[in-house]
């Protein structure tokens, strides 16, 4: 059978199976499976990377089999250029999160690694799912363990954490479903067609025109919550810092890509005369900008190396936020690189502050200093894992930046600027932290028999690295595969804009 | 195009090979120091052999424009097309011959100055990566392929600045420039896009060839994008108001200051001017800015560097004022100008360094071999050295002659040719006059600081300390063979450009014309009369001698005390000592607002306070207060219990049995 | 028929439930009194089925088997209550005191 039939299926599924067997295998081996379902389902999605056609905008390898047919839901999955590397980044991550987390877990071991691969179902559902009830399962099925990684086998105030993660992101959901639900009664009202299917939604999205407004709230309050955009984002530090280091890695790789996966998705296209009003504009624009400052600000002055890692990623959503709102062809390709490269950087960092921890038990940057000396392999990798985040040309994070920002420009030049300043604040934050942590005289001699990287730990590092230098240099296939997708979702969207300026001078072009 | 052109790539990449090799060394086998120098002075001679025969290939095609060799397409993304190209021509040939060339000799000085240190390996990988951004920034074809370069050179600078990291000032000082460069580089980038969106390309020679038909003389855009570009360049090549990380970035070892923050990299700013010359012609007011901006630097790095004591600070603020002079000269529209007194500088200064490090390293061992700590930068802790150090003493007056500009030395011509030019524009504009007397004063102070230098360090007593003067060692000929080679250059540099009174003259100003001839449309005929270049050749030579002679008259090298024993000093004396307290202002006026605000205003206010506090706990704590009053009826008393379902159940009968 | 008769003492009955569950203290006399009510609703099934039909008989073997699952779990929860108490007294049983 040919894989585009079947790879997205087996995707899915081959998780879940995975994850059964390691329920079933014995405590000790639970992680030699996890390691190997996960690196399975990595080799099952890398011909991805060469099947996917990249000059269509069309949904490719996709899927449909009837799920509900009463009420029109049909488990409908397919990947186009904007998913194809959210999927990729998280069969990609998988693998690196169970290594990471392979001295760091010590306890219920089997039920962790279950977890983690339910997780990469849901994730992977979530990026996949053309029907928006499907979408949705997901969506929530992602939640659970994520709750649980973060309560189970998180810090001291993982509970709290893990409840704020889990009611921020369900008030956000469930606004979503009542928006997708009266989508679907006035689409079904209106056609007299009964179905979830994504391209049906879009087809006849003009019949909610007149609660245009109210749904894209909804969509707008799910997704901003989950990116997260100023001020919806307190949950995030909270949860990064009681995770565990592989959730801390997937929240910031993957999970936070999809608020703004959703809103290239879903929120955008569906609605985008209110996407695009100038008020909407002016507020989301804003906030983005806030998000980018703020954060960054905000990051400078954290004590605790994870929690600055964690408001630095909102700045970056905030760059991300901003190139979706622009809405050309650069700004969004760049949106999406840097949806990419916060998955590769931060989770990079991520991993860097568990390895720190599992070395001096703190987070604490001040309780680190001089161990450049000590450790020089690990300052080196921290050292171009932070000059990525900063966004050093000829790391992945200039590429994204300065598309975005070059892209959105033409749309909002005084935006742009101020969102240009955040390249400085970036700067700002990860040098002081660096200096403190690996520079600085050496004054812990606890901490002067540090061992250096491990092999496992290269194993983790080495190929997070390698992708900084390679969106870095060479980007182009990565451009090259979005770039069909992007320009369809950017002439889609101003299509309806066109038509009503048009429509607004009287008589037309005369 | 010839052949060697297309051997480019190997200029560029080898110091990168450099970099990569010697970077494992450092982290698997830090003590194969032989091995590390092997490689890293190796690659450089390599490319610089290499980067010879590219500029050959320009010297004997002298193509009227430039060559472009695409490598790849970088970020190709609707209409943006960026590929990864460099370009050779005539500008970058000159900057390619300074860069290999100055590189290659401090990288073999280094060999001798860092030979001790235990980061050897790690300092040479930082070395060659250094020379790799450099060349990429020299030859990018695109502004966002020279990005790269400009970047990746702020970063080895901050590397090398905190290379001794273990200090926690220097690892400041590193952090301070990278982050000053940044605020920098946020001009360069709104540049990039407003040039973007206004030409609708990224690459040299399109935007070169559209600026004319697209922006208009002296409009609105042109001037932003030139003065964004304007505050790059003031971040990279310290200039006024971000000039105070250079004098910081003396933390790093003495070679580096040579290289990277007196040679190569501060002059950046300058050769991006030169390039996108059309853009600044085009752009009078930014062009004025430039020159303005580049006098008072001028002028008040000179004041500052008249006071200072360490020899390091001494030579890093005379760095900064050199570098005004060149924006003075590129920013009156003497593109070549600016570009021979960053050449004959880079030869200059960087003998300067070297050999004020080939004192420190002396100073160093002498006090290392008596176990005594004291400063071994600071100049009165010097003084005679000339008995001990005679070649370096020689190299140095060399230097000080050809910086103070003394007539035959390369400095005099480079920066006479400056001031004429600046004197000339004066004719349309009275404000360029004003911008020429700055010259001439800051020109009358550079020789006045210099001799104040060489008096203080070489001259008179000596002051290290009894114990240590028999250790005072010439440094070893790894180290004194540069110097000669730089000396032989700050001699004889001033060749390149002779003025128009002498025969042979004006060599660069031709070679670079074809860069250079798509701005002479907008400026003015920069010509000056031989009376006048007479006039103004004897007015430097004046100026010239009397800082010299000033300084070898009122200085008293004998009554110098060791810094230890050293009085305090009072009134301007000391504001010039403590910098005009800049750096205070800026602590008060900018770092400490940013960082309370941060601290207290966003983090410890809104988000714990305002959002967590009062939004986020808050809905939780009105869902528990509603959670309280329900609770309140559960008494856990069975009897409560069932009688409540009893009398409910009777109010639900009576009210359906009607 | 007997249908009033029966339907007064099945309404005395259930009464007297509603009375001792309301006011006995001992949970094994309300659990008593439960079934009393219990069985005063089958009753009331029996009088009315004479009428109405047999599906009203049907019902009481329902309620009668249901009656006996809760017996079972209701004793059963008392002994555990009793085991940790000592008492079986409701006022004493406040576990679920809010």
Same mark, same amino acid.
């Given at each position: 059978? #040919?894989?585009?039939?079947?790879?997205?299926?087996?995707? +899915?599924?081959?998780?879940?199976?995975?994850?059964?067997?390691?329920?079933?295998?014995?405590?000790?081996?639970?992680?030699?499976?996890?390691?190997?379902?996960?690196?399975?389902?990595?080799?099952?999605?890398?011909?991805?990377?060469?099947?996917?056609?990249?000059?269509?905008?069309?949904?490719?390898?996709?899927?449909?089999?009837?799920?509900?047919?009463?009420?029109?839901?049909?488990?409908?999955?397919?990947?186009?250029?904007?998913?194809?590397?959210?999927?990729?980044?998280?069969?990609?991550?998988?693998?690196?999160?169970?290594?990471?987390?392979?001295?760091?877990?010590?306890?219920?071991?089997?039920?962790?690694?279950?977890? +983690?691969?339910?997780?990469?179902?849901?994730?992977?559902?979530?990026?996949?799912?053309?029907?928006?009830?499907?979408?949705?399962?997901?969506?929530?099925?992602?939640?659970?363990?994520?709750?649980?990684?973060?309560?189970?086998?998180?810090?001291?105030?993982?509970?709290?954490?893990?409840?704020?993660?889990?009611?921020?992101?369900?008030?956000?959901?469930?606004?979503?479903?009542?928006?997708?639900?009266?989508?679907?009664?006035?689409?079904?009202?209106?056609?007299?067609?009964?179905?979830?299917?994504?391209?049906?939604?879009?087809?006849?999205?003009?019949?909610?025109?007149?609660?245009?407004?109210?749904?894209?709230?909804?969509?707008?309050?799910?997704?901003?919550?989950?990116?997260?955009?100023?001020?919806?984002?307190?949950?995030?530090?909270?949860?990064?810092?009681?995770?565990?280091?592989?959730?801390?890695?997937?929240?910031?790789?993957?999970?936070?890509?999809?608020?703004?996966?959703?809103?290239?998705?879903?929120?955008?296209?569906?609605?985008?005369?209110?996407?695009?009003?100038?008020?909407?504009?002016?507020?989301?624009?804003?906030?983005?900008?806030?998000?980018?400052?703020?954060?960054?600000?905000?990051?400078?002055?954290?004590?605790?190396?994870?929690?600055?890692?964690?408001?630095?990623?909102?700045?970056?959503?905030?760059?991300?936020?901003?190139?979706?709102?622009?809405?050309?062809?650069?700004?969004?390709?760049?949106?999406?690189?840097?949806?990419?490269?916060?998955?590769?950087?931060?989770?990079?960092?991520?991993?860097?502050?568990?390895?720190?921890?599992?070395?001096?038990?703190?987070?604490?940057?001040?309780?680190?200093?001089?161990?450049?000396?000590?450790?020089?392999?690990?300052?080196?990798?921290?050292?171009?894992?932070?000059?990525?985040?900063?966004?050093?040309?000829?790391?992945?994070?200039?590429?994204?930046?300065?598309?975005?920002?070059?892209?959105?420009?033409?749309?909002?030049?005084?935006?742009?600027?101020?969102?240009?300043?955040?390249?400085?604040?970036?700067?700002?934050?990860? +040098?002081?932290?660096?200096?403190?942590?690996?520079?600085?005289?050496?004054?812990?001699?606890?901490?002067?028999?540090?061992?250096?990287?491990?092999?496992?730990?290269?194993?983790?590092?080495?190929?997070?690295?390698?992708?900084?230098?390679?969106?870095?240099?060479?980007?182009?296939?990565?451009?090259?595969?979005?770039?069909?997708?992007?320009?369809?979702?950017?002439?889609?969207?101003?299509?309806?804009?066109?038509?009503?300026?048009?429509?607004?001078?009287?008589?037309?072009?005369? | 195009?010839?052949?060697?052109?297309?051997?480019?790539?190997?200029?560029?990449?080898?110091?990168?090979?450099?970099?990569?090799?010697?970077?494992?060394?450092?982290?698997?086998?830090?003590?194969?120091?032989?091995?590390?120098?092997?490689?890293?002075?190796?690659?450089?001679?390599?490319?610089?052999?290499?980067?010879?025969?590219?500029?050959?290939?320009?010297?004997?095609?002298?193509?009227?424009?430039?060559?472009?060799?695409?490598?790849?397409?970088?970020?190709?993304?609707?209409?943006?097309?960026?590929?990864?190209?460099?370009?050779?021509?005539?500008?970058?040939?000159?900057?390619?011959?300074?860069?290999?060339?100055?590189?290659?000799?401090?990288?073999?000085?280094?060999?001798?100055?860092?030979?001790?240190?235990?980061?050897?390996?790690?300092?040479?990988?930082?070395?060659?990566?250094?020379?790799?951004?450099? +060349?990429?920034?020299?030859?990018?074809?695109?502004?966002?392929?020279?990005?790269?370069?400009?970047?990746?050179?702020?970063?080895?600078?901050?590397?090398?600045?905190?290379?001794?990291?273990?200090?926690?000032?220097?690892?400041?000082?590193?952090?301070?420039?990278?982050?000053?460069?940044?605020?920098?580089?946020?001009?360069?980038?709104?540049?990039?896009?407003?040039?973007?969106?206004?030409?609708?390309?990224?690459?040299?020679?399109?935007?070169?060839?559209?600026?004319?038909?697209?922006?208009?003389?002296?409009?609105?855009?042109?001037?932003?994008?030139?003065?964004?570009?304007?505050?790059?360049?003031?971040?990279?090549?310290?200039?006024?108001?971000?000039?105070?990380?250079?004098?910081?970035?003396?933390?790093?070892?003495?070679?580096?200051?040579?290289?990277?923050?007196?040679?190569?990299?501060?002059?950046?700013?300058?050769?991006?001017?030169?390039?996108?010359?059309?853009?600044?012609?085009?752009?009078?007011?930014?062009?004025?800015?430039?020159?303005?901006?580049?006098?008072?630097?001028?002028?008040?790095?000179?004041?500052?560097?008249?006071?200072?004591?360490?020899?390091?600070?001494?030579?890093?603020?005379?760095?900064?004022?050199?570098?005004?002079?060149?924006?003075?000269?590129?920013?009156?529209?003497?593109?070549?100008?600016?570009?021979?007194?960053?050449?004959?500088?880079?030869?200059?200064?960087?003998?300067?360094?070297?050999?004020?490090?080939?004192?420190?390293?002396?100073?160093?061992?002498?006090?290392?071999?008596?176990?005594?700590?004291?400063?071994?930068?600071?100049?009165? #802790?010097?003084?005679?050295?000339?008995?001990?150090?005679?070649?370096?003493?020689?190299?140095?007056?060399?230097?000080?002659?050809?910086?103070?500009?003394?007539?035959?030395?390369?400095?005099?011509?480079?920066?006479?040719?400056?001031?004429?030019?600046?004197?000339?524009?004066?004719?349309?504009?009275?404000?360029?006059?004003?911008?020429?007397?700055?010259?001439?004063?800051?020109?009358?102070?550079?020789?006045?600081?210099?001799?104040?230098?060489?008096?203080?360090?070489?001259?008179?007593?000596?002051?290290?300390?009894?114990?240590?003067?028999?250790?005072?060692?010439?440094?070893?000929?790894?180290?004194?063979?540069?110097?000669?080679?730089?000396?032989?250059?700050?001699?004889?540099?001033?060749?390149?450009?002779?003025?128009?009174?002498?025969?042979?003259?004006?060599?660069?100003?031709?070679?670079?014309?074809?860069?250079?001839?798509?701005?002479?449309?907008?400026?003015?005929?920069?010509?000056?009369?031989?009376?006048?270049?007479?006039?103004?050749?004897?007015?430097?030579?004046?100026?010239?001698?009397?800082?010299?002679?000033?300084?070898?008259?009122?200085?008293?090298?004998?009554?110098?005390?060791?810094?230890?024993?050293?009085?305090?000093?009072?009134?301007?004396?000391?504001?010039?000592?403590?910098?005009?307290?800049?750096?205070?202002?800026?602590?008060?006026?900018?770092?400490?607002?940013?960082?309370?605000?941060?601290?207290?205003?966003?983090?410890?206010?809104?988000?714990?306070?305002?959002?967590?506090?009062?939004?986020?706990?808050?809905?939780?704590?009105?869902?528990?207060?509603?959670?309280?009053?329900?609770?309140?009826?559960?008494?856990?008393?069975?009897?409560?219990?069932?009688?409540?379902?009893?009398?409910?159940?009777?109010?639900?009968?009576?009210?359906?049995?009607? | 028929?007997?249908?009033?008769?029966?339907?007064?003492?099945?309404?005395?009955?259930?009464?007297?439930?509603?009375?001792?569950?309301?006011?006995?203290?001992?949970?094994?006399?309300?659990?008593?009194?439960?079934?009393?009510?219990?069985?005063?609703?089958?009753?009331?099934?029996?009088?009315?089925?004479?009428?109405?039909?047999?599906?009203?008989?049907?019902?009481?073997?329902?309620?009668?088997?249901?009656?006996?699952?809760?017996?079972?779990?209701?004793?059963?929860?008392?002994?555990?209550?009793?085991?940790?108490?000592?008492?079986?007294?409701?006022?004493?049983?406040?576990?679920?005191?809010?």
């Amino acid at each position: 059978m #040919n894989y585009a039939a079947w790879v997205l299926d087996a995707l +899915l599924l081959f998780p879940l199976l995975a994850g059964l067997v390691i329920l079933l295998s014995p405590e000790h081996l639970a992680k030699r499976v996890a390691l190997a379902g996960a690196v399975v389902e990595f080799l099952l999605s890398v011909p991805l990377w060469w099947m996917f056609e990249p000059g269509t905008a069309a949904m490719q390898f996709e899927v449909v089999h009837p799920w509900v047919p009463g009420w029109g839901i049909a488990y409908r999955v397919g990947v186009d250029g904007i998913s194809l590397f959210m999927v990729l980044l998280t069969t990609f991550t998988m693998p690196l999160a169970v290594l990471g987390s392979w001295n760091y877990i010590r306890d219920k071991e089997r039920a962790y690694y279950a977890l +983690l691969l339910v997780l990469t179902t849901g994730m992977l559902g979530v990026f996949v799912a053309l029907d928006l009830f499907v979408f949705y399962v997901f969506w929530e099925i992602m939640l659970i363990p994520m709750y649980f990684l973060i309560g189970v086998w998180g810090g001291p105030k993982r509970i709290y954490a893990a409840i704020k993660f889990f009611l921020f992101t369900f008030v956000g959901s469930l606004l979503m479903l009542v928006a997708i639900l009266t989508i679907y009664f006035m689409v079904y009202r209106a056609t007299g067609v009964q179905s979830f299917d994504y391209h049906h939604f879009l087809r006849n999205i003009e019949v909610v025109r007149p609660f245009a407004l109210l749904l894209f709230g909804a969509f707008f309050l799910g997704f901003a919550i989950k990116v997260p955009m100023f001020p919806f984002h307190t949950w995030l530090p909270d949860a990064h810092v009681e995770a565990p280091t592989a959730g801390s890695v997937i929240l910031a790789g993957i999970l936070l890509k999809m608020g703004t996966y959703g809103f290239l998705r879903f929120a955008v296209p569906f609605f985008p005369g209110v996407a695009l009003h100038p008020t909407m504009v002016n507020v989301i624009v804003v906030l983005a900008l806030i998000g980018i400052i703020y954060g960054a600000l905000v990051a400078m002055v954290q004590p605790d190396f994870k929690k600055l890692v964690a408001y630095s990623s909102i700045s970056h959503l905030g760059f991300v936020m901003l190139g979706i709102w622009a809405l050309t062809v650069q700004s969004v390709e760049g949106a999406i690189i840097i949806m990419i490269n916060h998955g590769i950087s931060t989770g990079a960092l991520f991993f860097l502050a568990g390895m720190l921890y599992e070395r001096a038990h703190t987070r604490e940057v001040a309780a680190f200093g001089g161990i450049a000396r000590v450790v020089p392999a690990l300052a080196a990798v921290l050292s171009l894992v932070a000059l990525s985040s900063i966004g050093l040309p000829g790391t992945n994070g200039f590429i994204g930046e300065f598309l975005v920002l070059i892209g959105s420009f033409g749309e909002y030049p005084w935006a742009t600027a101020v969102a240009a300043t955040g390249v400085i604040f970036a700067a700002l934050y990860l +040098l002081r932290a660096l200096q403190r942590l690996i520079y600085n005289k050496f004054e812990r001699p606890e901490l002067a028999r540090m061992p250096d990287l491990s092999v496992r730990e290269l194993l983790v590092l080495g190929p997070l690295v390698a992708c900084i230098l390679w969106i870095g240099i060479y980007p182009r296939p990565f451009l090259h595969r979005v770039e069909a997708s992007v320009e369809a979702l950017v002439e889609q969207v101003h299509q309806p804009e066109a038509a009503v300026a048009q429509a607004r001078t009287p008589g037309g072009e005369q | 195009m010839p052949a060697s052109v297309g051997w480019v790539w190997l200029v560029v990449l080898l110091p990168l090979a450099g970099f990569v090799a010697n970077g494992a060394l450092s982290l698997l086998r830090p003590e194969a120091k032989r091995a590390v120098s092997a490689i890293g002075v190796g690659v450089l001679v390599l490319s610089f052999l290499i980067a010879v025969g590219v500029v050959g290939g320009v010297a004997t095609a002298a193509p009227h424009s430039p060559y472009v060799l695409t490598y790849w397409q970088w970020m190709p993304a609707g209409g943006l097309e960026i590929d990864l190209a460099f370009q050779v021509d005539q500008l970058s040939a000159v900057m390619l011959m300074v860069v290999t060339g100055v590189s290659m000799v401090i990288h073999i000085f280094s060999v001798g100055y860092m030979g001790d240190d235990p980061g050897y390996a790690r300092y040479f990988a930082y070395l060659n990566l250094f020379v790799f951004f450099m +060349l990429v920034l020299v030859l990018g074809a695109n502004f966002p392929v020279m990005f790269v370069g400009w970047e990746g050179v702020g970063l080895c600078s901050y590397l090398l600045i905190g290379f001794w990291f273990e200090n926690n000032a220097f690892a400041d000082a590193g952090k301070k420039a990278f982050i000053m460069n940044r605020i920098g580089d946020f001009g360069f980038l709104i540049a990039m896009f407003m040039i973007f969106h206004a030409v609708g390309s990224l690459s040299f020679v399109e935007v070169f060839e559209a600026a004319p038909g697209t922006f208009e003389v002296g409009g609105t855009t042109i001037t932003l994008i030139t003065l964004a570009l304007f505050l790059g360049c003031a971040g990279k090549s310290a200039q006024i108001p971000l000039y105070t990380w250079l004098p910081d970035a003396m933390a790093g070892p003495t070679p580096v200051s040579a290289l990277i923050h007196a040679a190569t990299m501060v002059t950046a700013g300058v050769y991006l001017v030169a390039r996108t010359n059309v853009l600044f012609a085009i752009a009078p007011v930014s062009s004025f800015v430039v020159a303005a901006v580049g006098a008072a630097t001028a002028l008040f790095a000179a004041t500052i560097a008249l006071k200072q004591w360490d020899i390091k600070k001494v030579l890093a603020y005379s760095t900064v004022s050199q570098l005004g002079y060149m924006f003075m000269g590129v920013g009156v529209g003497a593109y070549a100008a600016g570009m021979f007194h960053l050449t004959t500088h880079a030869f200059f200064k960087a003998l300067l360094f070297l050999g004020s490090g080939s004192v420190i390293h002396a100073l160093h061992h002498a006090y290392h071999a008596t176990h005594r700590h004291e400063d071994a930068q600071d100049m009165r #802790n010097m003084g005679g050295l000339r008995r001990a150090m005679p070649w370096t003493t020689g190299f140095m007056w060399v230097a000080t002659l050809a910086i103070a500009g003394v007539p035959l030395f390369s400095g005099f011509f480079s920066k006479d040719e400056i001031l004429a030019m600046t004197f000339v524009r004066g004719h349309d504009a009275g404000a360029f006059y004003v911008l020429w007397m700055v010259g001439v004063v800051a020109a009358l102070l550079t020789a006045f600081y210099m001799t104040r230098m060489m008096l203080y360090t070489f001259h008179g007593p000596n002051r290290t300390g009894e114990q240590e003067r028999g250790h005072l060692r010439e440094a070893p000929w790894v180290m004194t063979g540069p110097l000669l080679v730089l000396a032989v250059g700050s001699v004889f540099a001033g060749l390149l450009n002779l003025p128009a009174i002498l025969p042979g003259s004006g060599w660069l100003h031709h070679w670079l014309e074809p860069v250079t001839e798509g701005s002479a449309a907008y400026l003015p005929d920069l010509h000056l009369g031989s009376d006048t270049e007479w006039m103004l050749l004897g007015l430097a030579t004046v100026v010239a001698a009397a800082g010299i002679l000033g300084a070898w008259n009122f200085l008293k090298p004998a009554q110098l005390k060791p810094a230890r024993e050293a009085p305090v000093e009072t009134g301007i004396q000391r504001v010039l000592l403590r910098k005009w307290y800049v750096d205070e202002i800026y602590d008060w006026l900018v770092v400490r607002p940013v960082m309370w605000m941060s601290d207290r205003a966003f983090w410890k206010v809104m988000d714990v306070k305002v959002i967590d506090g009062a939004f986020v706990n808050g809905s939780a704590t009105v869902a528990r207060a509603l959670g309280w009053v329900g609770s309140r009826f559960q008494t856990g008393s069975v009897g409560v219990y069932l009688f409540l379902f009893v009398m409910g159940v009777l109010i639900l009968m009576r009210a359906v049995i009607r | 028929m007997l249908l009033g008769p029966s339907l007064g003492v099945s309404a005395i009955l259930f009464s007297l439930g509603v009375a001792g569950v309301l006011l006995r203290r001992n949970a094994i006399v309300i659990f008593m009194c439960i079934e009393l009510m219990l069985n005063a609703v089958n009753l009331s099934f029996v009088a009315l089925a004479q009428q109405l039909g047999r599906e009203g008989q049907v019902i009481v073997f329902f309620v009668m088997a249901v009656a006996a699952a809760e017996a079972a779990v209701g004793l059963a929860i008392m002994i555990a209550i009793y085991r940790h108490k000592s008492s079986v007294n409701v006022k004493e049983i406040n576990l679920l005191r809010g």
